[in-house]
């Protein structure tokens, strides 16, 4: 009945032989993917290469067009370039004499018959006109000689509207050729492009002072290649320095813009040849000038020159700045001009701490400190250069530090006055901005300052008000002097806008042209008490004595000595108080008791307190002037309560 049964109840095994692996400890089949799963990813990953194949095809022939159009394109621009060029050379041969033949090796200078022969030469030029292509520099300098012998014949470089446009073309290549970084053959080369530059600038200045800053670039590279191989010419004055001088001279309405390029670009260049020193000064308007140094140093400027250039650029630039504005003004008074002491502030207190630390180093000094210096130590300083040491040390001069004030008007009749307000503040910057830079001479310059007077203009001729009273009716004037002497704690939001009080303080147009004028009052005040004996400082009337002397015209009121002591004492007592509140630093809560302070054990108040943190109150400036901090305030002020009560 069961013709299969072989005797033995055991079942059979059924082996699948379907991919199974032979280690009986490997994953189940359930853990692996089916052989139709894996058919499955093969076909779409197929079918995935197969349209990206397609795609391609697709892209190819679009790509081979472009490439195509391209290249035609390239190839018909070329071979017009190259017919343009032999019609300009066929023009140009066809008005040369027979043994003048050849564009590259002419060397004269024949004009044009007619301005429509020149209009379409120059039309033609600018087209083709490659730096990639070697004789077109040829071509460019010869029609500089025919355009430049053709001027006269026309009357005029510029002779209609319809030049203008192939002129700032001609004046865009030309300043590209004198840009570019390989070499120009001779320096007959150089001068025949910088005569063309010449000739435009004076044709259309209003146009070209557009690419003033491209212009004054490649004037200032050529100075560069040139400075050791050029003087002025004896019989004519130097291609380079007309070519400098002549975007400078018209005055168009882009004047200024001309001025911008020439400060930005070209009084960067370290040793000027002294020739071109001599003719800019000669030529220059220092007006145009301090207004574009004006605009180049503020910060919505985008070429704003604190951040575009080097200290040693601007170190430069300052030189040269200085040597034109002594210049061209024999007797120069930097009180009389605000726009002067505002451009001149900025520079100076820039570069203040380079000046500090270069205008006594010698350089014997610093060799011998770099050869005995270890390589971990930071490089010494090199010295300023002799004319720019020379031209800075101008500014501590006595003559020039006293005369600060002289041009000033009275602060008792002209501080209500915008302009005579912000007049002051540019002085007090720039006599902060000078005793930050030069440490050494501060007490000099201080002196200086003191003796130093304003003319009276409401008094009458021959009179005039000291230094110190000047600069304390200034001060006293201010709304921040008034609030701090009212109330202590005013002076904390004075000091830190961004402190949080609880005092109201109102809100101050330009606080920072208010503390200017404070901060040179307490800095000029200590020099005085020096000077002045008991009698002189009780002396002090409202009215100055002119037969008096210096010191005894120079003292305060009484009244006004009392006012400023309870001022003194109010800023004193919030710096010193409310020092964390100032600094923006918030001191942790404390609940002990007062007697805490008093009791000397300080393992005591380190027990009760033991996540008090010794936090160092962040030092800031006061009025954004670099070096005049919270900390150095604290010690001018107390040091100057200290002089005035050692009085009584």
């Known amino acids: 009945m069961f013709p299969s049964f072989t005797g033995s109840a055991r079942r059979p095994r059924q082996v699948n032989l379907s991919g199974r692996s032979s280690n009986p400890f490997a994953a189940t089949a359930a853990s692996r993917p089916s052989p139709s799963a894996q058919t499955a990813q093969n076909t779409v990953a197929h079918a995935q290469a197969e349209r990206a194949l397609r795609q391609q095809e697709r892209l190819r022939l679009p790509a081979a067009t472009t490439i195509q159009r391209s290249w035609r394109g390239h190839r018909s621009r070329k071979e017009a370039r190259s017919a343009w060029r032999k019609d300009w050379d066929a023009k140009e041969e066809a008005d040369l004499p027979p043994e003048h033949l050849g564009v590259a090796n002419n060397l004269g200078a024949l004009p044009y018959k007619n301005e429509t022969d020149c209009l379409d030469q120059m039309k033609l030029l600018v087209h083709f006109a490659s730096l990639r292509e070697p004789g077109d520099m040829d071509r460019l300098k010869h029609f500089a000689r025919r355009y430049r012998s053709s001027a006269p014949r026309f009357g005029s470089a510029c002779p209609s509207d319809i030049w203008i446009s192939p002129l700032i073309r001609l004046g865009k290549l030309t300043i590209s050729m004198l840009n570019q970084r390989k070499p120009v053959a001779s320096l007959a080369d150089v001068d025949a492009l910088l005569e063309l530059l010449c000739a435009l600038a004076t044709a259309i200045p209003e146009k070209m002072s557009s690419y003033s800053m491209e212009y004054y670039e490649a004037l200032r590279s050529l100075a560069l290649g040139l400075s050791g191989g050029r003087t002025s010419d004896a019989l004519g004055q130097d291609p380079l320095e ?305 037969s008096a002397s210096w010191t005894r015209q120079s003292a305060l009121t009484l009244d006004q000595v009392r006012d400023l002591t309870v001022f003194l004492k109010n800023l004193a007592f919030s710096m010193y108080w409310n020092a964390s509140e100032i600094a923006g630093v918030e001191e942790p809560e404390n609940k002990s008791s007062i007697a805490e302070y008093f009791s000397g054990n300080l393992a005591a108040f380190s027990d009760h307190h033991p996540d008090a943190k010794t936090t160092k109150p962040k030092d800031t400036a006061i009025a954004d002037l670099s070096g005049m901090t919270i900390s150095y305030l604290k010690g001018l002020v107390t040091g100057l309560l200290r002089m005035i009560y050692e009085r009584e």
């Open 242 to 546: 007309k070519s400098i001088v002549a975007l400078l001279r018209p005055m168009t309405a882009r004047t200024i813009k001309a001025y911008e390029g020439f400060a930005s670009q070209f009084l960067r260049l370290p040793d000027m040849p002294s020739y071109i020193l001599q003719a800019l000064s000669d030529d220059i308007r220092i007006e145009e000038l301090k207004t574009a140094l004006s605009r180049l140093l503020s910060a919505a400027s985008p070429e704003n020159l604190l951040q575009s250039r080097s200290r040693e650029e601007l170190l430069w630039l300052v030189t040269y700045f200085l040597y034109f504005h002594r210049s061209t003004k024999p007797n120069p008074r930097p009180s009389a001009d605000a726009l002067y002491v505002n451009v001149l502030s900025k520079l100076i207190s820039h570069l203040s701490a380079d000046i500090a630390s270069r205008i006594d180093a010698t350089a014997n000094a610093a060799t011998v400190q770099a050869d005995n210096s270890s390589s971990l130590l930071p490089k010494p300083r090199p010295p300023l250069p002799p004319f720019v040491r020379t031209e800075i040390m101008n500014l501590i001069s006595q003559d020039h530090v006293s005369s600060l004030l002289a041009q000033a008007g009275s602060p008792e009749g002209e501080m209500s006055s915008m302009v005579a307000k912000k007049q002051t503040s540019a002085l007090a910057v720039y006599a902060l901005t000078l005793l930050r830079s030069f440490p050494r001479r501060g007490d000099e310059i201080r002196m200086w300052l003191y003796l130093g007077s304003t003319s009276r203009t409401d008094v009458g001729q021959g009179s005039s008000t000291p230094a110190i009273k000047y600069y304390y009716n200034a001060a006293s004037q201010t709304s921040i002097y008034k609030l701090i002497k009212n109330e202590p704690r005013n002076a904390i939001s004075l000091l830190n806008p961004n402190a949080r009080t609880r005092a109201n303080v109102p809100t101050i147009p330009d606080p920072d042209q208010q503390w200017h004028v404070i901060l040179l009052f307490l800095e000029l005040y200590p020099i005085a008490l020096k000077v002045m004996d008991d009698e002189e400082f009780l002396s002090g009337a409202e009215e100055s004595d002119p």
